[in-house]
T-cell receptor, first 116, second 112 residues
Framework: EAGVTQFPSHSVIEKGQTVTLRCDPISGHDNLYWYRRVMGKEIKFLLHFVKESKQDESGMPNNRFLAERTGGTYSTLKVQPAELEDSGVYFC??????????????FGSGTRLTVV | DQQVKQNSPSLSVQEGRISILNCDYTNSMFDYFLWYKKYPAEGPTFLISISSIKDKNEDGRFTVFLNKSAKHLSLHIVPSQPGDSAVYFCAASAIGTYKYIFGTGTRLKVLA
């Protein structure tokens, strides 16, 4: 079974530019999550999709961030325009169901975003 | 306001000894707690979990203890192995939500 795949693994962009991150969850996983780790701090929740619907987007920092999951398969996270404080590692995770008495999410390897 | 705190940024332990990683939380509505392990350039990997109705869960060399009155949990690794060297994150989820609140991580180094 393929794991959670994220593209690109690294991205360096200038302040004011646009970047789009992509996540392919494990096949059949309806739940997809985006998290972010900034400057070696805690890993912070951004949002949660159930299929193509946004279940919880309480962690999205501001309206420069747009997440989509058309068709309920892969997801994209667009940052436009990027600011210096957006630098960090963006993780995507997926899970098959919402039963918390389970093994936890499966995370991707992350996209390291550097805004200069 | 950090709801999940890992106050030790790093820990070094001799191979074969016990590693104890600690985590404190403030939200009494957390019903599940997890530990994740993270190697450099990889995503976090699930290690072990515990429900708030339990006080201990064991899986091989890994045991998680939960003290609800103290709002404290700990991860014990016995015996520690060099391959356990990684960053360990404590995470918690509140009743009715499916997102996890993570701590800042503790870097464990197991010395051979």
């Amino acid at each position: 079974e393929a794991g959670v795949t994220q593209f690109p693994s690294h991205s360096v962009i200038e302040k004011g530019q646009t970047v789009t991150l992509r996540c392919d969850p494990i096949s059949g996983h309806d739940n997809l999550y985006w998290y972010r780790r900034v400057m070696g701090k805690e890993i912070k929740f951004l949002l949660h999709f159930v299929k193509e619907s946004k279940q919880d987007e309480s962690g999205m920092p501001n309206n420069r961030f747009l997440a989509e999951r058309t068709g309920g398969t892969y997801s994209t996270l667009k940052v436009q325009p990027a600011e210096l404080e957006d630098s960090g590692v963006y993780f995507c995770a997926s899970s098959q169901d919402l039963n918390k008495a389970f093994y936890g999410y499966t995370f991707g390897s992350g996209t390291r975003l550097t805004v200069v | 306001d950090q709801q999940v705190k890992q106050n030790s940024p790093s820990l070094s332990v001799q191979e074969g000894r016990i590693s104890i990683l600690n985590c404190d939380y403030t939200n009494s509505m957390f019903d599940y707690f997890l530990w994740y392990k993270k190697y450099p350039a990889e995503g976090p990997t699930f290690l072990i979990s515990i429900s708030s109705i339990k006080d201990k869960n064991e899986d091989g060399r890994f045991t998680v203890f939960l003290n609800k009155s103290a709002k404290h949990l700990s991860l014990h690794i016995v015996p520690s192995q060099p391959g356990d060297s990684a960053v360990y994150f404590c995470a918690a989820s509140a009743i009715g939500t499916y997102k996890y609140i993570f701590g800042t991580g503790t870097r464990l180094k197991v010395l051979a």
